[in-house]
């Protein structure tokens, strides 16, 4: 039993012992309290950022926002290896450079999600900066680069898939790095400390016809930390590929203008009223003579041997009534007419009489112009095709696999998966190799 006296000095004994532990519960109960924008948190909300703008992109066959939009998302992954002791720390609690690193990504998802080419263009190219400044000392896994990043339905061998990075553990018993494609886990084939590969069936990655494909492969990379007691976390990277249709175009057809000579041909009559000319002997009872020079039509030329002399009336005999024809030549001919006179008296007796006139027929060069389409052999990816054409007279039609339709009639440079280039006498027309689509 306590003594009444005893009594005071343990109340004061326990007010004191509150008083000097009062503050140190108190700070323990406030460590204890959640994050307030924890690093994890908001690098996971940027990567959902990153695989909004590669859904929507993929869906409308825009290769370029995919490929910036993984780039970055594979940055963010990185970044979340990079700083995996500092995931449930408040941004507020973190180094100087985590926060820059993760402003810069930010900067890189706005560049993203404006759609812009030039930006699109410009983050794919630095988010690959930002992955190869991260820090990476602690030997945690990281991927700075991997291919393929572009597949064709038409593979029928195994896809090798090469990962570079920083891949300490790989080595390590329990420590290997998987791939999962298609809901499949294959081991490496090749594991060194800076690469990483694998062999995959073609058949995993799909059969993309009429649109581009998406296939998600996910890294898993465990790794070890800590000295006394260690724990094996897991990196994971998404890496996406993209699936290309075997066949790039469904038709292309090439119209050329062809220009082919020939001749126009026309009969003629001389002289043109067709009744001829006249020489009549009888009536004055002497010879008579005509002549007469045809010349060709402008821009024609006289078929020389088909120019004739023909008669609607030659009396009485050959000797008494003829024509002749004189220089003859593609440019005109002269023709004379000839009756005798045969009188006694003044009065004819077997005097020649002559209607005359001549045939000939006339030509000149033409030029005509055709359009001849035809289609072109089955481009493939990668491939090309130069044709040779009649300067400024050709139009290429090219139908893509997703149904657009690329029409030019020179030099052409808007469509990212297929270019025309007139080259004069050769039209060269190229569907982009699937390594050019990551660039």
């Known amino acids: 039993m306590t003594s009444p006296r005893s009594r005071p000095r343990r109340a004061a004994l326990l007010i004191l012992m509150m008083a000097l532990t009062g503050p140190t519960l108190a700070a323990c109960d406030r460590s204890s309290q959640p994050a307030l924008d924890p690093v994890g ?40 290896s990079a700083f995996a002791t500092d995931l449930d720390k408040s941004i507020d609690q973190v180094d100087d450079a985590t926060r820059r690193t993760i402003d810069n990504l930010r900067v890189l998802l706005k560049d993203v999600e404006s759609g812009s080419a030039d930006m699109l263009r410009r983050a794919t190219s630095n988010a690959q900066q930002l992955i190869n400044s991260l820090p990476f000392a602690n030997k945690n896994p990281q991927v700075t680069a991997y291919s393929p990043r572009f597949v ?67 890294l898993t990379a465990p790794y070890e930390e800590g000295v006394v007691f260690k724990s094996r976390p897991v990196g994971v990277f998404h890496l996406l590929v993209t699936v290309l249709p075997a066949a790039p175009t469904k038709k292309v057809t090439l119209t050329s203008s062809v220009t082919e000579s020939g001749k126009e041909y026309r009969s003629l009559t001389a002289p043109a009223d067709g009744g001829g000319w006249n020489l009549r002997s009888w009536e004055r009872c002497q010879d008579e003579n005509d002549i007469h020079t045809i010349s060709a039509n402008i821009g024609w030329t006289i078929d020389v041997p ?29 023709v004379t007419g000839h009756t005798r006179a045969h009188c006694f008296l003044g ?62 009639a020179g030099s052409s440079h808007d469509n990212p998966y297929l270019t025309i280039d007139d080259q004069g006498d050769h039209v060269k027309i190229s569907v982009v190799a699937p390594t050019d689509l990551a660039k």
């Open 306 to 334: 088909s120019v004739q002399v023909g008669y609607s009336l030659r009396t009485p005999t050959d000797l008494d009534a003829w024509a002749d024809l004189d220089t003859v030549g593609p440019t005109g001919f002269v």
């Open 41 to 80: 948190a908001v690098l996971g909300s940027l990567q959902d950022r990153a695989n909004a703008v590669i859904t929507k992109a993929g869906t409308q066959g825009q290769i370029l926002a995919v490929t910036a939009a993984s780039q970055v998302g594979l940055a963010i992954s990185n970044a979340e």
């Open 152 to 218: 064709t339905s038409a593979a029928r061998d195994a896809v090798q898939v090469s990962v570079d990075g920083n891949f300490f553990w790989a080595s390590h018993n329990k420590l290997e790095v998987s791939l999962r494609v298609g809901g499949e886990t294959y081991k490496a084939n090749e594991s060194l400390t800076s690469r990483v590969g694998f062999s995959i069936p073609a058949t995993a990655f799909g059969d993309a016809k009429d649109a581009v494909g998406r296939i998600s492969m996910e």
């Open 347 to 408: 009065i004819s007796k077997g005097s020649g009489s002559l209607t005359y006139f001549v045939t000939y027929t006339e030509y000149r060069t033409t030029q005509t112009t055709t359009s001849k389409p035809r289609p072109l052999d089955q481009f493939t990816w990668g491939s090309q095709q130069v044709i040779p054409v009649s300067r400024g007279k050709w139009q290429v039609r090219a139908e893509l696999w997703d149904g657009t339709v690329v029409e030019s």
